[in-house]
């Protein structure tokens, strides 16, 4: 008789048990986000020594929205052109960002069918351009140009393929800038936001340094991209539609105008 009574207990708990064993599941689901091992604050940094440190605006925004699913995402950092081949040709990572139809099509289309890779709607909008610290300073003026290994400077292309242009690649903005303010570099090629949040809290300006908004910019949309998963990338849609105050408060904290 015990042992029956026992076997009945056992029964009417079993439903809860795995409703327990569900909810544990859907909430240990999670995603890998590929992402950038450089420092670019406010949008994002990855720069630390441990691969899944990952700090700024992108991580606070991401982190809100996989919250909002019940689901983790997991950020692993990487070297630009690496993580192009991590996320299009082995399919290591789940997710990549930020991204762009526009960044290295034909490397993505030398390994995938370019429709497979689902795009979201653009988080922020950059813009990118020329700083300096000639006030006035023209194209023709920029013997030397610096940019961050691994980005592309669309509306300066001719300049890049100058072979009268001295070209310097750096690992992070942190050393784009001090090219410029050790004049070593009469150009760098940076987002006006990075500029002025790194300025203000990396550097003692003993003179100043101006972006260049009369010579061509750079709108860079920061996308989030997948190949596998198009209904989270809706779902991110539908997040950033839906939570829009949230957002732009985030965006007022990390001093992000676009």
Not at 11 to 31: D, E, G, R, W
Not at 174 to 181: A, K, N, Q, V
Not at 185 to 190: N, T
Request: net charge neutral.
């Amino acid at each position: 008789m015990n042992q029956l009574k026992k076997i009945a207990t056992q029964l009417i708990y079993l439903p809860f048990a795995l409703l327990l064993l569900i909810n544990n599941a859907k909430s240990a689901t999670h995603y890998v986000v590929g992402v950038e091992n450089i420092e670019y604050l406010p949008y994002y940094d990855g720069s630390g020594a441990d691969n899944r440190d990952y700090y700024g605006f992108s991580q606070k925004l991401l982190t809100l929205f996989a919250q909002q699913h019940d689901f983790k995402f997991e950020f692993y950092t990487l070297p630009i052109n690496r993580l192009y081949k991590e996320f299009v040709e082995h399919r290591h990572v789940d997710f990549k960002y930020p991204d762009n139809p526009s960044w290295k099509p034909s490397y993505k289309a030398s390994f995938i069918d370019v429709n497979k890779i689902i795009y979201s709607q653009p988080t922020v909008v950059t813009k990118t351009g020329i700083a300096s610290l000639n006030k006035n300073i023209t194209i023709d003026e920029c013997i030397s140009f610096a940019t961050v290994r691994g980005f592309t400077p669309q509306s300066f292309k001719p300049l890049m393929n100058n072979e009268n242009v001295e070209l310097i690649e750096t690992a992070n903005v942190i050393e784009l800038i001090e090219l410029l303010l050790k004049e070593r570099v009469e150009c760098i090629y940076i987002s006006n936001d990075v500029l002025n949040y790194n300025l203000l809290k990396y550097f003692k300006l003993t003179r100043p340094v101006y972006f260049q908004n009369e010579l061509p910019t750079d709108l860079q949309a920061f996308l989030l991209s997948s190949i596998d998963y198009p209904d989270i990338i809706k779902k991110f849609n539908t997040f950033l539609i839906s939570h829009k105050v949230q957002i732009s408060k985030l965006k007022k904290e990390y001093q992000i105008k676009n």
